[in-house]
Each structure stands twice: as structure tokens, then as C-alpha cells.
């Protein structure tokens, strides 16, 4: 059966693939603190010797729109391209290819429909900067085939927080029970809080640092029961109101398991919101 | 109320780069063209195959000419939709962070519960 060598969770921030490239006068102050804390998340990465990554992320009504919304939806294509025109405008994000793991996906969707999720799948899917920032950040040699999963933290109504986790939980049974001897990752990013389009946007800060450090603290020590406690979907809205993200952070811990103290946990204070990362090695740290 | 419709307008315009210029160049004249020839088209579908009720209303109608971002967001059109297309536009003319920081202060008066996004 397939390993799971890494779990990994962390904020997408868009804005670093420009930061972290810029030079000169346009290189912001805080780059060089944010790419030294990124290069050591992705040795935590390359320390796993992963050979397939599946990624969870959100898309931000790039291919996925109203007019026939998915709640969980897995991608199972040979290939996804990856970035769209207005984040290459607004973000400066390159334009990308990644190789698919057509065989986990379809794994994942018979079994993941048998636990009792209706998985949406799409056979072309042109994935968005929720899972082509954490390969920038974690594997820019894009290298590795990947089975992509996106969540709606976008368009109301959404799925409950609770739900987020099940998935999470499921998605590591399915991936421990791929037959095979494959190392796999799995990946997800999401929000601290954040605001976007409202008046708590782009602040010194995210928009509720209070919140921030107890997401970091319940992410840090698996802290599932107390943070299901607080977290609602009404509770979401009040640090910011894209803060509903932070559900995908709340399925990666159920990727890890209830009380997984992560290996690995670091943050970094920016404008607009917290960066933050997490890894965890369910079968040891890497020598 | 067509909050599904204003989403609507704001997700073709912003993925467009030509509908994206056509706006920020005549706002009245893209929303008019757009609501007459765009608004009921099925986006997953040839073009033979229209809606036939979708309709602005006056106030969202409005809204979308004057650039309204303010008011975009008091009808429950999706936050980060009109953020994005509003930073394509308007960013180029202002400093660095200048116009997203300008458009949170124009909203300073508005505090949580913020109007439901839900279409």
C-alpha cells in the first residue's frame, strides 16, 4: 500500500512568486525573512522523497463558476495546466504544466464516492494559485505528477467545517489504501483570516491576529476538538470575510489526525494577512 | 434582485482581457452591450442555446456604470469578484497599494454582518 511520507499544510499567498523573484528597488523589505522561511518548509518536502502529491485547494472562480457549482470536486486528467490570465495580471504567477496521477484519482473517486462524498471529477481541469503556489513554494521543479482536489470556501452555501475534516480523514484512508508502493504527499493551502473586497482589506496585518495565533496553535497541536468548538460557519465571517478558507486548513488536520503535533511549524507576519506552515511525518521524520 | 447576474457580469469581464479594457473604457456602454447580448448566454454552451430571464435590476444596473464598488457590495455582489476586476482597472492609475487600501476606506462605515454573498 502506498505511504503518506508528508502532510503538509500552509497559506497560498500569491504574492510571493513576485516577491521572492523581484530585484533592486523593487524587492520588498520582507522578501528575503519570507524566501529563507519557505526554503526551509520545502526541505521538509524534499525530505519525504515524495513520488506523487495530492494537492487541496480552492478555485477562485477561475474554471469553476455558479452556474454548476461543485462542493469537493477531484481532477483526474494526464495533465493540468495551471494559472489563468488575471493572475498572471494581478500576481504575476507563471503559466504552468503538471502531470496528473490518473490512477490515484480514480481511486480516490470510487472509494471516496463509496465513503459517502459526492465527488465531482472533471477530465480538464486548469488548476488556479491555490495548488500552483504551494508548487512554487514546495516543488518548483514541478516534477511530480499530482491529483488535485478542490473545496468551495467560496460560494454559499458552503459545506460545514465538521464536513472539511471527514473529507480530510477520508482522503488519507483512501490514499493509505492505493495499492503500491508510491511515497505520497499530500498538500493542502487555505487562509488565516483575511479580508478581501471589504473594508478590513490590506491592512499592516491580517485582519484578526487573535484569531491567527489560535489557528496557529490549534493547526500546531491538532487541537481538533477545540478548534471545531469555536469554528463555525456564522464564526468565519468575523475575522475577515474570506476567512472561510481556513476550512481547508481544518481538512488538512484531519488528514494529519486528531491531536498530529506537527513536525514542522513556522509563520510569518506579512501585510494582508499571516503566512503560515505546517509539516507533518505520519510514519517518522526523515532521516 | 439578480445577484447571480452582477457575479455574472463581474466573472466574464474579469477573465477577459478585452472585456476588462472595453469596461474600464465606457462602463455605461459595456454594461448596456453586455446585459443585451452577454447576460444570457450560457457560458458552458453554444451560443444557439440562451437563457431568456435574466435581467439587471435599476439599482444594479447603476451600480456597474458608475463603478459603484461600494454599493456592489452592499447588494451581496461576491467581494472578491469585484475587488479583482476593480484592481485591473483602476490599480495601473495609483502607487503601490494605494487604490486597494482607497477601496476598504471607502467601506469604513460598513461593519460585520456583511450583506450575504449567497446567489
Same mark, same amino acid.
Given at each position: 500500500?502506498?505511504?503518506?511520507?508528508?502532510?503538509?499544510?500552509?497559506?497560498?499567498?500569491?504574492?510571493?512568486?513576485?516577491?521572492?523573484?523581484?530585484?533592486?528597488?523593487?524587492?520588498?523589505?520582507?522578501?528575503?525573512?519570507?524566501?529563507?522561511?519557505?526554503?526551509?518548509?520545502?526541505?521538509?518536502?524534499?525530505?519525504?522523497?515524495?513520488?506523487?502529491?495530492?494537492?487541496?485547494?480552492?478555485?477562485?472562480?477561475?474554471?469553476?463558476?455558479?452556474?454548476?457549482?461543485?462542493?469537493?470536486?477531484?481532477?483526474?486528467?494526464?495533465?493540468?495546466?495551471?494559472?489563468?490570465?488575471?493572475?498572471?495580471?494581478?500576481?504575476?504567477?507563471?503559466?504552468?504544466?503538471?502531470?496528473?496521477?490518473?490512477?490515484?484519482?480514480?481511486?480516490?473517486?470510487?472509494?471516496?464516492?463509496?465513503?459517502?462524498?459526492?465527488?465531482?471529477?472533471?477530465?480538464?481541469?486548469?488548476?488556479?494559485?491555490?495548488?500552483?503556489?504551494?508548487?512554487?513554494?514546495?516543488?518548483?521543479?514541478?516534477?511530480?505528477?499530482?491529483?488535485?482536489?478542490?473545496?468551495?470556501?467560496?460560494?454559499?452555501?458552503?459545506?460545514?467545517?465538521?464536513?472539511?475534516?471527514?473529507?480530510?480523514?477520508?482522503?488519507?484512508?483512501?490514499?493509505?489504501?492505493?495499492?503500491?508502493?508510491?511515497?505520497?504527499?499530500?498538500?493542502?493551502?487555505?487562509?488565516?483570516?483575511?479580508?478581501?473586497?471589504?473594508?478590513?482589506?490590506?491592512?499592516?496585518?491580517?485582519?484578526?491576529?487573535?484569531?491567527?495565533?489560535?489557528?496557529?496553535?490549534?493547526?500546531?497541536?491538532?487541537?481538533?476538538?477545540?478548534?471545531?468548538?469555536?469554528?463555525?460557519?456564522?464564526?468565519?465571517?468575523?475575522?475577515?470575510?474570506?476567512?472561510?478558507?481556513?476550512?481547508?486548513?481544518?481538512?488538512?488536520?484531519?488528514?494529519?489526525?486528531?491531536?498530529?503535533?506537527?513536525?514542522?511549524?513556522?509563520?510569518?507576519?506579512?501585510?494582508?494577512?499571516?503566512?503560515?506552515?505546517?509539516?507533518?511525518?505520519?510514519?517518522?521524520?526523515?532521516? | 434582485? +439578480?445577484?447571480?447576474?452582477?457575479?455574472?457580469?463581474? !466573472? $466574464?469581464?474579469?477573465?477577459?482581457?478585452? =472585456?476588462? &479594457?472595453?469596461?474600464?473604457?465606457?462602463?455605461?456602454?459595456?454594461?448596456?452591450?453586455?446585459?443585451?447580448?452577454?447576460?444570457?448566454?450560457?457560458?458552458?454552451?453554444? +451560443?444557439?442555446?440562451?437563457?431568456?430571464?435574466?435581467? !439587471? $435590476?435599476?439599482?444594479?444596473?447603476?451600480? =456597474?456604470? &458608475?463603478?459603484?464598488?461600494?454599493?456592489?457590495?452592499?447588494?451581496?455582489?461576491?467581494?472578491?469578484?469585484?475587488?479583482?476586476?476593480?484592481?485591473?482597472?483602476?490599480?495601473?492609475?495609483?502607487?503601490?497599494?494605494?487604490?486597494?487600501?482607497?477601496?476598504?476606506?471607502?467601506?469604513?462605515?460598513?461593519?460585520?454582518?456583511?450583506?450575504?454573498?449567497?446567489?
Amino acid at each position: 500500500m502506498a505511504t503518506v511520507a508528508a502532510v503538509i499544510a500552509s497559506t497560498h499567498h500569491p504574492f510571493y512568486y513576485r516577491a521572492s523573484t523581484a530585484t533592486g528597488d523593487d524587492r520588498p523589505p520582507f522578501a528575503d525573512a519570507w524566501v529563507a522561511k519557505i526554503e526551509a518548509f520545502r526541505e521538509t518536502l524534499t525530505k519525504a522523497r515524495p513520488d506523487v502529491l495530492v494537492m487541496v485547494g480552492s478555485d477562485h472562480f477561475h474554471q469553476l463558476w455558479l452556474d454548476n457549482m461543485p462542493q469537493f470536486l477531484v481532477g483526474k486528467a494526464p495533465f493540468f495546466d495551471g494559472n489563468f490570465y488575471n493572475e498572471e495580471r494581478e500576481f504575476g504567477l507563471p503559466r504552468m504544466t503538471l502531470p496528473g496521477e490518473e490512477q490515484l484519482a480514480a481511486h480516490i473517486l470510487r472509494n471516496g464516492l463509496d465513503a459517502g462524498f459526492d465527488l465531482a471529477f472533471s477530465n480538464e481541469l486548469r488548476i488556479d494559485h491555490s495548488i500552483t503556489c504551494p508548487i512554487i513554494t514546495l516543488r518548483p521543479q514541478a516534477d511530480l505528477p499530482i491529483v488535485p482536489i478542490y473545496t468551495n470556501i467560496f460560494a454559499p452555501p458552503l459545506p460545514r467545517p465538521r464536513r472539511f475534516v471527514e473529507l480530510g480523514r477520508t482522503i488519507r484512508r483512501l490514499v493509505e489504501s492505493w495499492p503500491g508502493d508510491q511515497r505520497v504527499a499530500i498538500i493542502g493551502t487555505g487562509h488565516l483570516s483575511l479580508e478581501l473586497g471589504g473594508p478590513r482589506q490590506f491592512g499592516e496585518h491580517g485582519p484578526d491576529p487573535v484569531f491567527d495565533r489560535k489557528a496557529i496553535d490549534w493547526i500546531a497541536s491538532g487541537d481538533l476538538d477545540g478548534c471545531l468548538a469555536e469554528v463555525t460557519l456564522d464564526s468565519l465571517h468575523l475575522p475577515g470575510n474570506a476567512t472561510h478558507g481556513f476550512m481547508d486548513f481544518l481538512l488538512m488536520m484531519g488528514v494529519a489526525g486528531a491531536g498530529a503535533k506537527a513536525d514542522h511549524v513556522d509563520s510569518l507576519d506579512l501585510f494582508h494577512t499571516r503566512e503560515a506552515y505546517f509539516t507533518w511525518y505520519p510514519n517518522g521524520v526523515p532521516a | 434582485m +439578480s445577484k447571480y447576474l452582477l457575479d455574472k457580469f463581474l !466573472f $466574464t469581464v474579469d477573465r477577459d482581457p478585452e =472585456l476588462v &479594457e472595453r469596461y474600464r473604457a465606457d462602463a455605461a456602454g459595456t454594461v448596456t452591450w453586455w446585459e443585451q447580448e452577454y447576460a444570457n448566454k450560457l457560458l458552458n454552451c453554444t +451560443s444557439d442555446e440562451r437563457s431568456t430571464w435574466l435581467a !439587471f $435590476t435599476d439599482e444594479e444596473r447603476r451600480a =456597474l456604470r &458608475e463603478y459603484d464598488h461600494v454599493a456592489l457590495f452592499e447588494l451581496g455582489a461576491h467581494p472578491f469578484l469585484t475587488l479583482t476586476l476593480f484592481i485591473a482597472m483602476f490599480e495601473r492609475d495609483h502607487g503601490p497599494l494605494e487604490y486597494q487600501k482607497a477601496y476598504g476606506r471607502a467601506m469604513a462605515h460598513l461593519h460585520p454582518p456583511y450583506p450575504d454573498i449567497a446567489t
